[in-house]
């Protein structure tokens, strides 16, 4: 038998209220991401035509800022479509998300996303 108090509902309601975090902001757009689908590759040109995951054909072009995405496309290759996303740490300090996409024969797309911020404390220099 599990008892509720009114305390623990009280949390439970705050916690469904409260906004996502940047990170789970972050992991969502990068699961979008997953969802698209590589359709042809212009490596010369700097050019990747995707399938989004409504269905649309659409041409990413290095520089291109992808909106709903909230990235750029930083740079195109045979197998590899590389983006950069803007993000800000806990603590206020601003810095780039590198996201890579792999691709296979098939246009199946992996992503990874690389940060170059943590969330975790600064060292605190030693006592003098």
């Known amino acids: 038998m599990i008892k509720l108090s009114f305390l623990s509902l009280l949390l439970i ?3 469904a209220v409260s ?3 940047q990170e789970q902001a972050d992991g969502a ?3 979008s991401l997953e969802r698209i689908r590589v359709l042809g ?3 010369t040109r700097g050019e990747v035509t995707v ?3 409504e269905g649309k054909s659409r041409t990413w072009k ?3 800022r992808i909106t709903e995405e909230n990235v750029t496309v930083k740079e195109v290759t045979r197998s590899t479509v590389v983006l950069t996303r803007i993000v800000k740490a806990a603590r206020g300090e601003q810095g780039e998300n590198l996201i890579v996409l792999r691709f296979d024969a098939t246009g199946k797309v992996k992503v990874r996303e690389y940060s170059s911020l943590s969330d975790a404390p600064q060292p605190v ?4």
């Open 19 to 21: 906004g996502v975090s």
């Open 51 to 53: 399938l989004d995951p």
């Open 62 to 64: 290095e520089g291109d």
């Open 125 to 128: 220099a030693p006592p003098r």
């Open 29 to 31: 757009q990068a699961r």
């Open 41 to 43: 590759v212009h490596e």
């Open 13 to 15: 309601a705050s916690l």
